[in-house]
Nanobody, 118 residues
Framework: QVQLVETGGGLVQVGGSLSLSCTASGVTYRINRMGWYRQAPGQERTMIATMTDDAPTEYADSVAGRVIISRDGAKNAVYLQMYSLKPEDTAVYFC????????????WGQGTQVTVSS
């Protein structure tokens, strides 16, 4: 099993910046993709950014150019730097890790709230 713990959420003003961190523990050797998703009240959970081994980094169109995802393999960690935040970025942000084939299990963190105030 994999446990994911996110840190770094909080309240930020419009146009501000915020960084999120996620550390994985447990059976981490199977992980080949880590990323970030978010879910606003009443909306579906959507992908923000993902990094997959031997594949291009992906960003959602809604945040492209305003976020940077990075990974530290040695620390089993993934980070999300967010800039020029907008009120519509307000959501619970979830860390995600996916095990490689043939395991394929999907792991989620507990989520961290990001609120962008105007």
């Amino acid at each position: 099993q994999v446990q994911l713990v996110e840190t770094g959420g909080g309240l930020v003003q419009v146009g501000g910046s915020l960084s999120l961190s996620c550390t994985a523990s447990g059976v981490t050797y199977r992980i080949n993709r880590m990323g970030w998703y978010r879910q606003a009240p009443g909306q579906e959970r959507t992908m923000i950014a993902t990094m997959t081994d031997d594949a291009p980094t992906e960003y959602a169109d809604s945040v492209a150019g305003r976020v940077i995802i990075s990974r530290d393999g040695a620390k089993n960690a993934v980070y999300l730097q967010m800039y020029s935040l907008k009120p519509e970025d307000t959501a619970v942000y979830f860390c995600n890790a996916v095990d490689t084939y043939p395991f394929g299990e999907n792991h989620w963190g507990q989520g961290t709230q990001v609120t962008v105030s105007s």
